[in-house]
């Protein structure tokens, strides 16, 4: 699990990066936040950060850069499905352990 002060520190170092004019990769996130890349690959809730700051300025506002982020933010909201399908899960088993 991500916290959100590991959230709010890799989204403001890919902010830094697009207002510096820098590319947003994975190796620079990883040096601005103290993070692994391995971390930042492996977390489905920060690989999905990182990858819709790349986007965002990888196309900026034309019609396929909107595609892309469509499709981006797509997954990220299935990550966020995935984990709370994982929670009502666990709550329902420490539920049936209660009763």
Known sequence: MTSSDTLHRVENACAQLRRDGQPVTFTSIAHLTGLGRTTLYRSVSLRALIEEHRHRAATNGSLTGLLEE???????????????????EQIRRLTNRVS
Request: glycine share 0%; no cysteine; aromatic share 0%.
């Open 70 to 88: 469509i499709r981006t933010l797509h997954t990220a909201l299935e990550a966020v499905a995935a984990r709370v399908r994982q929670h009502e």
